[in-house]
C-alpha cells in the first residue's frame, strides 16, 4: 500500500503560480511512476503531467506545457507540480497518482494507476 496526500492547493489570481506537493508513504516510492491528474466539476479527470521513477523523463498534456513542471525527490518521497502562468481553465480538484507500470504509455491513463491521494483543490479567479 502507498498512501499519498496532496498540499498547496489554493486560490490565485490568473496568471499566479502554485507548487503542489503530494508526499509519499508506504511501500518503495521510488519503484513507481508518478502521475498528476486533475477533474474540474463536470468534467472527466483528466491527464496533467507524469514523471518515471528516476525523474529522468517527463510527460505533459499539451495545454500545460511551458507552464507547469514536475518534479521528485525521491529522498523525501515527494512529488510536486509547478504551475505558473495560471489560467481559469486551469480551475480544478488535482490529484497525484502512482504508477507501478514501465511503459510510458500507461502513464496518459488513470485507470492503469495503482494509488491515489485525495486530491486538492486549486482555484484560478480575479
Known amino acids: 500500500q502507498l498512501h499519498l496526500v496532496e498540499s498547496g492547493g489554493g486560490l490565485v489570481q490568473p496568471g499566479g503560480s502554485l507548487r503542489l506537493s503530494c508526499a509519499a508513504s508506504?511501500?518503495?516510492?521510488?519503484?513507481?511512476?508518478m502521475g498528476w491528474f486533475r477533474q474540474a466539476p463536470g468534467k472527466e479527470r483528466e491527464f496533467v503531467a507524469a514523471?518515471?521513477?528516476?525523474?529522468?523523463?517527463?510527460w505533459y498534456e499539451d495545454s500545460v506545457k511551458g507552464r507547469f513542471t514536475i518534479s521528485r525527490d525521491n529522498a523525501k518521497n515527494t512529488v510536486y507540480l509547478q504551475m505558473n502562468s495560471l489560467k481559469p481553465e486551469d480551475t480544478a480538484v488535482y490529484y497525484c497518482?502512482?504508477?507501478?507500470?514501465?511503459?510510458?504509455?500507461?502513464?496518459?491513463?488513470?485507470?492503469?494507476?495503482?494509488?491515489w491521494g485525495q486530491g486538492t483543490q486549486v482555484t484560478v479567479s480575479s
Open positions: 508506504g511501500r518503495t516510492f521510488s519503484s513507481y511512476a
Open positions: 514523471i518515471s521513477w528516476s525523474g529522468g523523463g517527463t
Open positions: 497518482a502512482a504508477n507501478s507500470g514501465e511503459n510510458s504509455i500507461s502513464f496518459f491513463l488513470a485507470e492503469l494507476y495503482d494509488y
